[in-house]
Nanobody, 126 residues
Framework: QVQLVESGGGLAQAAASLRLACAAS????????VAWFRQAPGKEREFVAG????????RYADSVKGRFTISRTNAQNTVYLQMNSLRPEDTAVYYC???????????????????WGQGTQVTVSA
């Protein structure tokens, strides 16, 4: 079993930055693809960014490309999401998720991920 705990959310003004962290416990996630998703009120959960097991490959949603950066430190069993130039439309609950399939590339689909955190709220004011 893997437990994922997100932190770093909060209230920010537009154009500001926040850094989210996803800390894993129970088992190491160094062999898993990890991704961030978000869900705004009344909307479906959507892919934000993902990172491969080695950290060498990242994938981003078009809406955050150039503004958000995903990274990981396997030694610390933690994945980060650096969010710059925040916009009000970035307001959502942000979730991290781990995909234990060792073969599939970074998936944007929620049903590809086996473990999920509880989420952290990010609110961006105009």
């Amino acid at each position: 079993q893997v437990q994922l705990v997100e932190s770093g959310g909060g209230l920010a003004q537009a154009a500001a930055s926040l850094r989210l962290a996803c800390a894993a416990s129970g088992r190491t996630v160094s062999s898993y693809t990890v991704a961030w998703f978000r869900q705004a009120p009344g909307k479906e959960r959507e892919f934000v960014a993902g990172i491969s097991r080695t950290g060498l490959t990242q994938r981003y949603a078009d809406s955050v490309k150039g503004r958000f950066t995903i990274s990981r430190t396997n030694a610390q069993n933690t994945v980060y999401l650096q969010m710059n130039s925040l916009r009000p439309e970035d307001t959502a609950v942000y979730y991290c998720a781990a995909d234990t399939n060792p073969i599939v590339a970074i998936s944007t689909l929620t049903n590809a991920y086996d473990y999920w955190g509880q989420g952290t709220q990010v609110t961006v004011s105009a």
